[in-house]
């Protein structure tokens, strides 16, 4: 959904599509996690790894990795604004390479250094 948009209060789950990648480190992305609740608890994406084409796997980029999920939402009436349908005001996704080092909330090389930007 886009920013703002309300969803049906039925609506239990949703599709989410994006791109990780692993910041221009010399790691590679693991695996990439999406939390409807403020990273009190994480959901794992399915990452297309099959998508890569083998020269994209070296360099400082080691590939951007396609995801996919069917992300749980929390039960309606249970947001701060519950009214005709259930805002979904945050969506936080975090990639975690291959050395287990997860993204943080904040950067700290700068503003667009976490996954909440």
């Known amino acids: 959904p886009e920013p ?3 969803l049906d209060a039925r609506c239990e789950w949703l599709e989410v599509q994006g791109i ?3 910041g221009g480190t010399r790691r590679s992305v693991l695996k990439v996690e999406l939390s409807t609740n403020r990273g009190q608890s994480w959901q794992e994406a399915r990452c297309l790894f099959s998508e890569l084409p083998c020269d994209d796997s070296v360099g400082t980029s080691k590939s951007w990795v396609r995801f996919e999920a069917t992300v749980r939402l929390p039960p ?3 947001s701060l604004e519950a009214r005709c349908g ?3 005001t945050e969506l936080w996704c975090r990639a975690v ?3 287990g080092n997860a993204q943080t909330l904040r950067g700290s090389g700068g503003a667009r250094g976490g ?3």
Do not use: K, V
Request: glycine share 12%.
């Open 4 to 6: 703002g948009a309300w």
């Open 20 to 22: 990780a990648y692993p």
């Open 76 to 78: 309606a009436g249970t």
């Open 86 to 88: 259930t805002p979904l």
């Open 97 to 99: 390479d291959d050395a």
């Open 115 to 117: 996954y909440a930007w």
